[in-house]
T-cell receptor, first 115, second 114 residues
Framework: AQSVTQLGSHVSVSEGALVLLRCNYSSSVPPYLFWYVQYPNQGLQLLLKYTSAATLVKGINGFEAEFKKSETSFHLTKPSAHMSDAAEYFCAVSTPGGATNKLIFGTGTLLAVQP | EADIYQTPRYLVIGTGKKITLECSQTMGHDKMYWYQQDPGMELHLIHYSYGVNSTEKGDLSSESTVSRIRTEHFPLTLESARPSHTSQYLC?????????????FGPGTRLTVT
């Protein structure tokens, strides 16, 4: 069975500091991996996705993530945090070849950005 | 503009009432999903649909029901609302094809049952 673990339910950084949000996955087959962002009272917006092409994936708003098979990780980073990055971030996994495109989500990480 | 819509955005209703949460997409997607999200928690899939006249239960058991009579429309119904149904409900859709695993989400409906 697939699963996703997000370490740290709350992360606080200063504006301009590095953002690092951790995600580890469990999957019996090579997975597809996603990061979504959710702003207050809104739905989820796709930040980036890994679908077995390049292991370093660049997304919107300056975010990127690196797929590391040996560590079963897909951590999200941004070199310099902006106040507008404050939101909840969800990592998700899916199995290629599945008919339903079902996503399994982590519990989320709430990112706070301090001025 | 292609998008996915949910109405109402917020709903406060009394116990025992029947409610329908609307979800429509203009993206031409064949697959649609309903997720339930409690505050500070992950999303749980409660229903999904491959296409018209196709509906399946998700990973989290739910007393709600869904229907898919039109490709673009995927409403969720609770016959008798209870306080335990208080949650946020998110609708999503995805296409078959190149971006097969990418799901697009609506803004959600925040339901409160008093």
């Amino acid at each position: 069975a697939q699963s996703v673990t997000q370490l740290g339910s709350h992360v606080s950084v200063s504006e301009g500091a590095l953002v690092l949000l951790r995600c580890n996955y469990s999957s019996s087959v090579p997975p597809y991996l996603f990061w979504y962002v959710q702003y207050p009272n809104q739905g989820l917006q796709l930040l980036l996705k890994y679908t077995s092409a390049a292991t370093l994936v660049k997304g919107i708003n300056g975010f990127e993530a690196e797929f590391k098979k040996s560590e079963t990780s897909f951590h999200l980073t941004k070199p310099s945090a902006h106040m507008s990055d404050a939101a909840e971030y969800f990592c998700a996994v899916s199995t290629p070849g599945g008919a339903t495109n079902k996503l399994i989500f982590g519990t989320g990480t709430l990112l706070a950005v301090q001025p | 503009e292609a998008d996915i819509y949910q109405t109402p955005r917020y709903l406060v209703i009394g116990t025992g009432k029947k409610i329908t949460l609307e979800c429509s997409q203009t993206m031409g997607h064949d697959k649609m999903y309903w997720y339930q999200q409690d505050p500070g928690m992950e999303l749980h899939l409660i229903h999904y649909s491959y296409g018209v006249n196709s509906t399946e239960k998700g990973d989290l058991s739910s007393e709600s029901t869904v229907s898919r009579i039109r490709t673009e429309h995927f409403p969720l119904t609770l016959e008798s609302a209870r306080p335990s149904h208080t949650s946020q409900y998110l609708c999503a859709s995805s296409a078959t094809g190149q971006a097969i695993y990418e799901q697009y989400f609506g803004p959600g409906t925040r339901l409160t049952v008093t």
